[in-house]
């Protein structure tokens, strides 16, 4: 089994940076990727960026040029150093693990975080 638990939420006023936390347990023999989404009281969640298996990241247009992604390998951790930091950030953030497809070796299999609350006040 694949357990992801994160940390590093909290809340800050506009301008301000935060980094979240996603470490992963369990077996990961197979590919995968992982993604940062958050999620806003009455709104959808949404995409905010992601970490390919071999290193390829991607970002939401909305956090462009102020997050980063990045993972450490040895301690199977992703992390998100989000900086200039806006009330518009307010969410939950969860992170996602998604199993790399191999057809007869590794199935799909997907895995979310608990969650961390991030609040920006202005």
């Known amino acids: 089994q694949v357990q992801l638990v994160e940390s590093g939420g909290g809340s800050v006023h506009a301008g301000g940076s935060l980094r979240l936390s996603c470490a992963t347990s369990?077996?990961?023999?197979?590919?995968?990727?992982m993604t940062w989404y958050r999620q806003a009281p009455g709104k959808e969640r949404e995409f905010v960026s992601s970490i390919a298996s071999g290193g390829t990241t991607s970002y939401a247009d909305s956090v462009k040029g102020r997050f980063t992604i990045s993972q450490d390998k040895a301690k199977n951790t992703v992390y998100l150093q989000m900086n200039s930091l806006k009330p518009e950030d307010t969410a939950m953030y969860y992170c996602?693990?998604?199993?790399?497809?191999?057809?007869?070796?590794?199935?799909?299999?997907?895995?979310w975080g608990q969650g961390n609350q991030v609040t920006v006040s202005s």
């Open positions: 369990g077996y990961t023999y197979c590919r995968y990727d």
């Open positions: 996602k693990r998604t199993q790399t497809v191999v057809a007869g070796t590794c199935p799909f299999l997907s895995s």
